[in-house]
């Protein structure tokens, strides 16, 4: 009996000691500070990561112990690809590209297997024609959350007054189910659109924000759905009536068959955040299952501010990140601290939300998103140009949990105080979703070396800070937020070696 107790002792420990583990890749010399890159997921029972650098394009497959199997070559896409996406599934994955030749824009499609070959030889899709040469996509691709579902869609808006919406819905296999061409109508270069989302059901919703001057807050809304087995848009209105709106972010609850936006309020033009405004829509009745106007209270501003600044600008630099439906028909709003200074000019909020990355429709063909949606090493809000120093900021996560009535049950803080230089692609955080719990992992500055840290929030509210991770070799720098989660309980994170960037699993 003694001998079978130690020998369950030994196999628990072992069990424990492997609770947490980390592969890191090895370091490949062309593999460069400035490459781009999307971890696409795992495939085939392997990791497979996209890599660009210039005009090269390689698919690198890692074992679980992220040891390369194989790098190919990607010789039949062209040189001046403009944007790539991925939808992944166990045993293959697709890839959507677009590029332009003369005034041609192409979206092309290859499927592609486990070790980075392709099952078919690359079709195009689409194409469009163009007045002059694009550095912008054309073309936008989401798909649902079960991916059973991709939608492929471009707007044109050579009328400010009138956008043409060319949406073509495909099944998991990629064959077409519905092309459709709608015409929305346009309120001049003040229209923004949110978020596109792709829903179980094949839908198409996102939402059209009308605004009174050029960097003003939202006072009108739209929330617009394309149905799969429909040929029109249906617009349904929100009325502002005492309130302005900041950046909306948008979810579908597919369990539910609902569709969720909150955004920041305002009381006033260009006054403080005074709350959170969020809806549960059901998109089968058209009617508002929930509306909830949530002022911040004195305790709530206390808790959020970062220094000893005045309680009514806590929330101004807070910006929604994520929304997560629950199985009971709540949701939580996840929102962080986020803000810049620079020697040169002060940090702005308008410039952030509506700046660069702003969902304007200036171009002749218009995409929602007009970078590459994987990591690029340019910084996308350095407004300041080279030469002027700008210090980035991401501080506190607050946590905001709705029930299904649309009441608050519980607000909860994550806290961490993050700062870089020139560069925000070492902070901010990555979510990991272990079902009946939320990981947060994020770096944290320790005897002036980065750390990466998780916290965990569950559905009750309560945080805890899990243990040290095991195996962080020195050298290491994490970039949790260009993570990506490709398992039950596995996550990939790029980080950087010697300016090299390479790949980190870690298994939890």
């Given amino acids: 009996m003694k001998t079978l107790f130690l020998a369950l002792c030994a196999f628990f420990s072992i069990n424990i000691l492997q609770a947490q583990r980390i592969h890191y890749s090895d370091v490949e010399k062309d593999d460069y500070r400035q490459m ?5 997921g795992k495939v085939g029972g ?23 199997k194989s790098k190919t070559r990607l010789d039949f896409m062209p040189e001046n690809v403009l944007n790539v996406d991925f939808i992944a599934y166990p045993d293959f994955y697709y890839m959507v590209y677009q590029y332009q030749r003369r005034n041609v824009m192409y979206c092309a499609l290859a499927k592609m297997n486990g070790e980075g070959k392709l099952v078919n030889d690359p079709v195009v899709l689409d194409t469009s024609h163009l007045p002059s040469v694009n550095e912008n996509k054309v073309y936008t691709m989401v798909n649902s959350e079960d991916k059973q579902k991709i939608m492929i869609f471009k707007i044109n808006r050579k009328n400010d007054r009138n956008f043409i919406l060319t949406t073509m819905l495909y099944n998991n296999g990629m064959e077409l189910q519905r092309r459709n061409e709608m015409q929305m109508n346009g309120s001049g270069r003040e ?36 149905r799969a087995n429909e040929d029109s848009l249906q617009v349904n209105n929100f009325p502002l009536t005492d309130k302005t709106l900041d950046e909306i972010k948008i979810k579908p609850d597919n369990n539910h068959k609902h569709i969720i936006f909150s955004s920041f309020f305002y009381r006033q033009r260009k006054g403080n955040i005074d709350g959170l405004y969020s809806v549960v829509w059901d998109k ?17 501003r206390l808790d959020a501010r970062s220094d000893n600044s005045s309680l009514k600008v806590a929330f101004n630099d807070y910006f929604i990140k994520h929304i997560i439906p629950t199985r009971d028909g709540g949701f939580a709003v996840l929102t962080e601290l986020y803000y810049s200074t620079s020697r040169s000019s002060g940090w702005s909020r308008y410039d952030y939300l509506y700046g660069a990355n702003s969902y304007m429709p200036f171009d002749y063909y218009y995409s929602p998103y007009n970078s590459m949606n994987y990591f690029r090493y ?13 210090r980035h900021f991401a501080e506190n996560i607050m946590i905001f949990y709705f029930n299904k009535e649309g009441r608050l049950n519980w607000t909860n ?13 070492y902070i901010s955080y990555q979510i990991f979703n272990a079902g009946n719990e939320v990981r947060f992992l994020f770096n944290t500055l320790e005897r002036r070396e980065r750390m990466l840290t998780s916290i965990t929030a569950n559905a009750a509210g309560d945080i805890k800070k899990d243990p040290t991770l095991r195996n962080l070799d020195k050298g290491y720098e994490f970039m949790p937020r260009f993570g990506k989660q490709v398992g039950l309980k596995e996550i990939v994170l790029p980080c950087m070696f010697k300016n090299y960037i390479c790949f980190a699993k870690l298994d939890f």
């Fill in 36 to 40: 781009n890159f999307e971890i696409i």
């Fill in 46 to 68: 392997n990791i497979s990561i996209y890599k660009n650098y210039r005009s090269r394009n390689d698919i690198a497959v890692y074992f679980n112990d992220m040891k390369l």
């Fill in 191 to 226: 229209d923004l659109f949110t978020d596109f989302i792709l829903d179980n059901d094949g839908d198409l919703v996102f939402g059209k924000c009308g605004r009174t001057g050029n960097k003003d807050f939202i006072n009108q809304f739209d929330l617009i759905l394309k």
């Fill in 284 to 300: 089968n009745n058209r009617t508002a299952i929930s509306e909830t106007t949530f002022p911040f209270h004195d305790s709530l």
């Fill in 378 to 390: 340019s910084d996308p809000w350095n407004r300041y140009g080279p030469g002027m120093a700008t």
């Fill in 413 to 425: 803080t994550v806290r961490k105080s993050q700062f870089d230089d020139n560069t925000d692609m």
